[in-house]
């Protein structure tokens, strides 16, 4: 299973960015998507996550009314809406997906996508 994000890169304070993460399986299979960030000199942190089903989400407080994670079945792709961009959003942004796939629980990581925000 291969997890590739796009969509990062260099934006001013206060603009927008919106990351994507296509799965090489059908998004049947996974429960709950997820994105995370590392800062440099920090540890990865929780950014949002988007369960299965009814689609349920969840962000971490500091993104809140700023970013909204949302996931397309049919394409397999996870999205990450990026708005009201601040300097302290600058990390490598990593998606993740859990589920399971022939009675087997798995756990994966993508490469992750730099974003850098300029004040």
């Known amino acids: 299973v291969q997890l590739v994000e796009s969509g990062g890169g260099l934006v001013q304070a206060g603009g927008s960015l919106r990351l994507s993460c296509a799965a090489s399986?059908?998004?049947?299979?996974?429960?709950?998507m997820g994105w995370y960030r590392q800062a440099p000199g920090k540890q990865r942190e929780l950014v949002a996550t988007?369960?299965?089903?009814?689609?349920?989400?969840n962000y971490a407080d500091s993104v809140k009314g700023r970013f909204t994670i949302s996931r397309d079945n049919a394409k397999s792709t996870m999205y990450l809406q990026m708005n009201s961009l601040k300097p302290e959003d600058t990390a490598v942004y990593y998606c993740?997906?859990?589920?399971?796939?022939?009675?087997?629980?798995?756990?994966?990581w993508g490469q992750g996508t730099q974003v850098t925000v300029s004040s």
């Open positions: 399986i059908s998004t049947e299979s996974i429960n709950t």
């Open positions: 993740r997906a859990l589920g399971r796939r022939v009675g087997v629980a798995f756990d994966y």
């Open positions: 988007i369960a299965s089903g009814r689609g349920s989400t």
